[in-house]
């Protein structure tokens, strides 16, 4: 059973608009919740992160939104650029006493970027 | 720095071969771990490890054998490989499990089991 989905598989975008990509999950134990970004040939590298006790995180061009009771978070580019062309992975985290639980990672969305 | 390493970057086996993918880190990271990529299929994790001498299973842990003797080698062992085995396999390390601490991903092993 799938505990993060990423229902879109791709996603084109042109330059200069906003890209949004979806994230659902159904744990409701998750409490913590990132996005990784990863180039063809590479290993994933870290984006941007959001706990449960806020609904909106950003960091330059990027903005994660969180809405807990729907179990959905998002991940907004504005402006989008060519080099955001990627694949793009939502993770959950749940924190129990013994600490963090491992990533849960979503399938991933290929966001292509169009100049 | 090298962050994270993973060697080899390709790897073609013959079913029934063993082999041993290594990673190994130099941040002085006591959490490690490996993940599977398969395509649509997404990030899944292998097997984990909270310092030198702990390891735990992951979600798709069959298969593979795992140890951590020193805190910056990882080592991913494959006992007798299956075409099931292809995948891309990543590598990660972070300070500790508290998820405030970032974890950095090697560039992958692609594995072909023929």
């Known amino acids: 059973d799938q505990q993060v989905k990423q229902n879109s598989p791709s996603l084109s975008v042109q330059e200069g608009r906003i890209s949004i990509l979806n994230c659902d999950y159904t744990n409701s134990m998750f409490d913590y919740f990132l996005w990784y970004k990863k180039y063809p040939a590479e290993g994933p590298t870290f984006l941007i992160s959001?706990?449960?006790?806020?609904d909106k995180n950003e960091d330059g061009r990027f903005t994660v939104f969180l809405n807990k009771s729907a179990k959905h978070l998002s991940l907004h580019i504005v402006p989008s650029q060519p080099g955001d062309s990627a694949v793009y992975f939502c993770a959950a985290s749940a924190l129990y006493n013994s600490g963090n639980t491992p990533l849960v990672f979503g399938k991933g969305t290929r966001l292509s970027v169009i100049a | 720095n090298a962050g994270v390493t993973q060697t080899p970057k390709f790897q073609v086996l013959k079913t029934g071969q063993s082999m041993t993918l290594q990673c190994a880190q130099d941040m002085n990271h006591e959490y490690m771990s490996w993940y599977r990529q398969d395509p649509g299929m997404g990030l899944r994790l292998i097997h984990y490890?909270?310092?030198?001498?702990?390891?735990d299973q992951g979600e798709v842990p069959n298969g593979y054998n795992v140890s951590r003797s020193t805190t910056e080698d990882f080592p991913l062992r494959l006992l007798s490989a299956a075409p099931s085995q292809t995948s891309v396999y990543f590598c990660a390390s972070s300070y500790s499990t508290d998820i405030n601490n970032e974890q950095f991903f090697g560039p992958g092993t692609r594995l072909t089991v023929l």
């Open positions: 490890s909270v310092g030198a001498g702990i390891t």
């Open positions: 959001i706990s449960s006790i806020k």
